[in-house]
């Protein structure tokens, strides 16, 4: 902050000092404040000519009483107050000075949230994976055929689709590729189907026999014949953290692009999920169990508390599996890693 070491204004002695007389009413402005707070950038010439007709003839005896290396610095926030002196039968004005002293002000504890990065959400939700159930992947349609012979279709290619369900034209559908089946990493049983995010493609119209024309909008990867189609997930531009009023926990079961550990910012899969009151923006906590290690003394084995490695945030929820994003990370992720719930802060 600008500083001004503002000791006194027009003080005592001065008449000796200056040949100037001290200002009377006479020498103020009609619309002179009585009490003026200095803003950032005033100089002690505009905050003269805030109060006296003639700054200038004023600015000399205003320096003269202030113990100062640089007149052009104040403080910003300071008041300086008009006031009237009466001495000797004659009655002068003065500006005074409040000093700053510090304040204590009390509030709230309010915990802000780390932002994330936008540009990688919005990434993230267009190309998203899905984990579905087998009956979601058997309600799916499928590319029939290209317009042309070409192996494979890209953005803006017209198609030809199946659709299992009724659509109507206009409708934006994700085109995906079965994966492989996800298995829980402790009971083993299947969680769900990883299907691949291929791209979006536009209905356009419907031919007697039920074949689509469908336009691909979005191309993630190579499309092909037999490639899966269902209603596209809406992409929400900006997350909000929500939190469970409830205890949910779960695990994680996969990393994007088959990687064997996550950081911030990557794209992981856990098996909680609508079911378990999941939403777009909700927050989950990562843990990892503590190792099983040999108690020195009694020799037995104990096991060392688990630890809180991460958090994320769920992009798209399915039915009873969500894809989220690392917002936040102490150590890498891994598949078997325990997600819960994170209480409102």
């Given at each position: 902050m600008r500083a001004l070491w503002l000791v006194g204004l027009f003080v005592a002695g001065l008449a000796q000092a200056d040949e100037l007389a001290m200002p009377t009413k006479?020498?103020?402005?009609?619309?002179?404040?009585?009490v003026y707070i200095v803003k950032p950038g005033d100089t002690l010439w505009d905050i003269a000519a805030r109060f006296f007709k003639d700054p200038h003839k004023w600015i000399k005896i205003w320096e003269r009483n202030l113990y100062i290396t640089n007149p052009?610095?104040?403080?910003?926030?300071?008041?300086?107050?008009?006031?009237?002196?009466?001495?000797?039968?004659?009655?002068?004005?003065?500006?005074r000075i409040e000093r700053l002293r510090p304040k204590v002000v009390?509030?709230?504890?309010?915990?802000?949230?780390?932002?994330?990065?936008?540009?990688?959400?919005?990434?993230?939700?267009?190309?998203?994976?899905?984990?579905?159930?087998?009956?979601?992947?058997?309600?799916?349609?499928?590319v029939l055929e290209g317009k042309d012979e070409r192996i494979h279709f890209g953005a803006g290619d017209l198609i030809y689709v199946r659709l299992a369900r009724p659509a109507k034209p206009g409708m934006l559908m994700d085109i995906f590729r079965p994966s492989r089946t996800l298995y829980h990493p402790e009971t083993h049983k299947p969680?769900?189907?990883?299907?691949?995010?291929?791209?979006?493609?536009?209905?356009l119209d419907r031919t007697r026999d039920g074949i689509w024309h469908a336009r691909i909008v979005?191309?993630?990867?190579?499309?092909?014949?037999?490639?899966?189609?269902?209603?596209?997930?809406?992409?929400?531009?900006?997350?909000?953290?929500?939190?469970?009023?409830?205890?949910?926990?779960?695990?994680?079961?996969?990393?994007?692009?088959?990687?064997?550990?996550?950081?911030?910012?990557?794209?992981?899969?856990?098996d909680l999920g609508l079911d378990a009151g999941l939403a777009p923006g909700t927050v989950l906590a990562v843990y990892r169990r503590g190792r099983k290690v040999e108690d020195v003394r009694?020799?037995?084995?104990?096991q060392l508390p688990e630890e809180k490695i991460a958090e994320v945030m769920v992009l798209v929820p399915q039915r009873r599996a969500s894809i989220a994003i690392v917002t936040d990370s102490l150590e890498p992720l891994h598949v078997g890693d325990i997600v819960r719930s994170v209480a409102a802060r």
């Amino acid at each position: 902050m600008r500083a001004l070491w503002l000791v006194g204004l027009f003080v005592a002695g001065l008449a000796q000092a200056d040949e100037l007389a001290m200002p009377t009413k006479d020498d103020l402005r009609p619309d002179a404040p009585r009490v003026y707070i200095v803003k950032p950038g005033d100089t002690l010439w505009d905050i003269a000519a805030r109060f006296f007709k003639d700054p200038h003839k004023w600015i000399k005896i205003w320096e003269r009483n202030l113990y100062i290396t640089n007149p052009d610095l104040i403080y910003p926030g300071q008041r300086i107050v008009l006031e009237t002196v009466r001495k000797g039968g004659k009655e002068t004005v003065r500006l005074r000075i409040e000093r700053l002293r510090p304040k204590v002000v009390v509030k709230p504890v309010q915990r802000l949230e780390k932002p994330v990065q936008r540009a990688l959400m919005v990434a993230a939700m267009q190309r998203q994976d899905f984990i579905l159930s087998a009956e979601e992947l058997a309600a799916a349609g499928y590319v029939l055929e290209g317009k042309d012979e070409r192996i494979h279709f890209g953005a803006g290619d017209l198609i030809y689709v199946r659709l299992a369900r009724p659509a109507k034209p206009g409708m934006l559908m994700d085109i995906f590729r079965p994966s492989r089946t996800l298995y829980h990493p402790e009971t083993h049983k299947p969680v769900g189907v990883l299907v691949i995010h291929l791209g979006r493609a536009k209905l356009l119209d419907r031919t007697r026999d039920g074949i689509w024309h469908a336009r691909i909008v979005e191309s993630f990867a190579e499309i092909a014949r037999g490639d899966r189609l269902q209603p596209a997930h809406p992409v929400v531009p900006r997350l909000e953290p929500r939190f469970l009023a409830r205890h949910v926990e779960g695990r994680v079961l996969y990393i994007r692009d088959e990687a064997t550990e996550a950081g911030q910012n990557q794209v992981i899969g856990v098996d909680l999920g609508l079911d378990a009151g999941l939403a777009p923006g909700t927050v989950l906590a990562v843990y990892r169990r503590g190792r099983k290690v040999e108690d020195v003394r009694s020799e037995k084995e104990v096991q060392l508390p688990e630890e809180k490695i991460a958090e994320v945030m769920v992009l798209v929820p399915q039915r009873r599996a969500s894809i989220a994003i690392v917002t936040d990370s102490l150590e890498p992720l891994h598949v078997g890693d325990i997600v819960r719930s994170v209480a409102a802060r």
